[in-house]
């Protein structure tokens, strides 16, 4: 008795302390110049709004929530001003609600797949610890980390034997804690992988040629605390400043023009590039791994969410690479098929001028640090008509479409 009611005012107290988003909207607004552009800019930084995107090029949306009490006078100084904008999602905290209610109910030490629901940091572990000793022959898992609450930072090789002088094929998720459709991405490749060897000429083709290493987790902390506490948090965990900010956005920390454009030396930014170079174990864990594989690594890709893009270097300036035009092409063969499963559009090229220049990403340590030849940073469905909140029921033809990239940029190279 004196236990349940512990437990229920555990239950209250974890549930008063997370952050709630009741009405908030998600607007999309479409600056049209670079005039437009600054308006929001200084409109979003004079009410501090969490933008959900950040601005690319005139004409390309950016998603931006706003609360409740905000709601009015942000739209009705962009009607003054002519700038186009709709209204993405009309209450945050119902779509947050949804997804929470079908987390809930799922099995708290799952042993195999499922890919109709997203799964807390544990319940990969349980399915990865199951998949492990169900495919002993092909699968070992390896802790690539621990993090600074005390997780360990999972990776799985995936090998269908003979030797170890194989190609590596490298995938990442959720080095962003918020972009849930990433791990689950990660998982639904896991399982392709794993139960298709021998039955799928395709998956059975690629595994007799490379081995596959896969980080479904890259964040786990942050991971954690988006589904405990703050469903739309970004970073890590690790406490840093006087203000009582907390979190190093990994994919500024890796040695790639670390504190160049695109990162802020601010704790309690979203892209906060941390105290130095790979201070921070995430990125210490994917260096340490890709580097251990470096010289059999055929292409790193790493995997975010949302706006549908397929990126090469550089992030850190608008310079190309040697071999921008082959990245160029392999990437123009994988947004095809990608494109062929469901009709889902992905733009591509260059990190700087696809999406916007942003310094110490990890795929540019991955080509500049590591020399591997084909690294590429996807970003997931969708457009913001969901963003981060994309519904579970899209993980599966998610799961599809990136696959069938996957594999034919890894043909084409
Ligand atoms: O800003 C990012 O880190 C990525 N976009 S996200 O919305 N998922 O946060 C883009 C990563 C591009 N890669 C590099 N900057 N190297
Ligand atoms: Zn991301």
């Avoid at 220049?357 to 340590?365: E, F, L, R, Y």
């Amino acid at each position: 008795m004196r236990i349940a009611v512990v437990i229920a005012l555990l239950g209250l107290a974890a549930l008063a302390s997370a952050a709630e988003y009741h009405r908030y909207k998600v607007v999309s607004v479409v600056p049209r110049t670079a005039e437009d552009a600054t308006v929001v800019r200084s409109a979003v930084a004079a009410l501090h709004l969490e933008q959900w995107t950040d601005p690319r090029a005139p004409g390309v949306p950016v998603d931006i929530m706003v609360p409740p009490k905000l709601v009015h006078g942000f739209l009705n100084g962009l009607k003054i001003r002519g700038i186009p904008f709709t209204i993405k999602i009309d209450d945050v905290q119902a779509l947050i609600d949804q997804q929470m209610a079908t987390q809930r109910s799922a099995d708290p030490h799952p042993r195999q797949f499922d890919h109709t629901s997203y799964h807390t940091i544990d319940q990969i572990y349980s399915i990865l610890d199951a998949v492990e000793s169900d495919f002993s022959e092909m699968v070992s898992t390896y802790t690539a980390g621990t993090t600074y609450e005390g997780r360990p930072i999972r990776a799985v090789k995936i090998s269908s034997g003979s030797g170890s002088t194989k190609e590596v094929v490298w995938i990442d998720c959720g080095i962003h804690a918020r972009e849930w459709i990433a791990p689950a991405t990660c998982q639904w490749i896991m399982d392709k992988l794993t139960s298709g060897y021998g039955s799928d000429s395709e998956v059975t083709e690629l595994l007799d040629a490379y081995d596959f290493h896969i980080l479904p987790s890259a964040n786990p902390d942050g991971y954690a605390f988006t589904h405990t506490s703050n469903r739309l948090w970004r970073k890590n965990r690790v406490p840093y400043g006087s203000l009582g900010c907390h979190g190093t956005d990994p994919n500024r920390n890796f040695d790639s023009d670390f504190g160049g454009p695109g990162t802020s030396d601010s704790p309690c930014s979203d892209i906060y590039h941390g105290p130095s170079a790979f201070s921070e174990v995430e990125s210490q864990a994917i260096r340490d791994s890709v580097l251990a594989l470096a010289s059999q690594m055929k292409v790193f890709f790493t995997i975010h969410s949302y706006s549908q893009l397929w990126m090469t270097p550089y992030g850190y300036t608008s310079s190309l690479p040697a071999n921008y035009d082959d990245q160029y092409r392999v990437s123009g063969v994988g947004v095809s098929a990608l494109t062929a499963v469901h009709g889902t559009r992905f733009e591509y090229g260059n990190i700087a001028d696809t999406i916007y220049p942003a310094a110490g990403g990890s795929s540019d340590w991955a080509y500049d640090g590591a020399g591997v030849q084909m690294a590429f940073a996807l970003e997931l469905r969708d457009t913001g008509n969901y963003g981060f909140l994309l519904p579970a029921d899209q993980i599966i033809p998610v799961g599809e479409e990136t696959w069938a990239g996957i594999v034919a940029a890894i043909k084409a190279i």
